[in-house]
Nanobody, 127 residues
């Protein structure tokens, strides 16, 4: 059974760092583009970053560019999102998702594209 589990969230002070981990089971993550999304209370789900399958093309939302880093380790069936210089506005539940689109295509942070989702991990940044 295909499953995605996120971990690594927590409470951190403004300016701090966290590393989120996305672990897949039941399928080969290397064939999938990976997206990270977040949703704050009362707000719509927002695409944060994605990394394509095959060639590792990367996209970042402007709000996190130069602060967040996405990566993948296909041998470990795992992806990561490094969060640096965190701000209170980064507080949200962070979700990892996988999209089995064509290999090498640019990834997208459109949630409808993704067909497998984790349950999310809470990130709280205090001021």
């Amino acid at each position: 059974q295909a499953q995605i589990v996120e971990s690594g969230g927590g409470l951190v002070q403004s300016g701090g760092s966290l590393r989120l981990t996305c672990t897949a089971s039941g399928f080969t993550l290397g064939y999938y583009a990976i997206g990270w999304f977040r949703q704050a209370p009362g707000k719509e789900r927002e695409g944060v970053s994605c990394i394509s399958n095959g060639n590792g093309r990367i996209y970042y939302a402007d709000s996190v560019k130069d602060r967040f880093t996405i990566s993948r380790d296909d041998e470990r069936n795992t992806a990561y999102l490094q969060l640096n210089n965190l701000k209170p506005e980064d507080t949200a539940v962070y979700y990892c998702a996988a999209d089995n689109g064509p290999m090498g295509f640019p990834c997208t942070v459109e949630p409808k594209t993704y067909n497998s989702w984790g349950q999310g991990t809470q990130v709280t940044v205090s001021s």
